[in-house]
Nanobody, 122 residues
Framework: VQLQASGGGLVQAGGSLRLSCAAS????????MGWFRQAPGKEREFVAS????????YYADSVKGRFTISRDNAKNTVYLHMNSLKPEDTAVYYC????????????????WGKGTLVTVSS
């Protein structure tokens, strides 16, 4: 499966953004999906994940209550709704697909899209 993330940009602290990740291929609905982010000089970290059916979601503690992951299997797209953004949310955000679910590690994912940059100004 090929993935393409979009929706990043510059936003002020407290603002909102919605990231999208469009997938190609007919097997999108069989994959669990995750969002990760990587800030300059830091390792890539888990942000949120959603099971293939959309029935279960998981979040990093740092974004819980502010971010929401969702998916539309009919559109082969997964979303990350980000509210109450903070400067520390600044990073390149990546979507990924894999077989595992729950709090994920980058090594557990099978496919990656190119990232989209989110910059939150104070």
């Amino acid at each position: 499966v090929q993935l393409q993330a979009s929706g990043g940009g510059l936003v002020q602290a407290g603002g909102s953004l919605r990231l999208s990740c469009a997938a190609s291929g007919r097997t999108f609905s069989s994959y669990n999906m995750g969002w990760f982010r990587q800030a300059p000089g830091k390792e890539r970290e888990f942000v949120a994940s959603i099971r293939h059916s959309g029935g279960n979601t998981y979040y990093a503690d740092s974004v819980k209550g502010r971010f929401t992951i969702s998916r539309d299997n009919a559109k082969n797209t997964v979303y990350l709704h980000m509210n109450s953004l903070k400067p520390e949310d600044t990073a390149v955000y990546y979507c990924a697909a894999g077989s595992y679910y729950g709090p994920l590690t980058p090594g557990s994912m099978d496919y990656w899209g190119k990232g989209t940059l989110v910059t939150v100004s104070s």
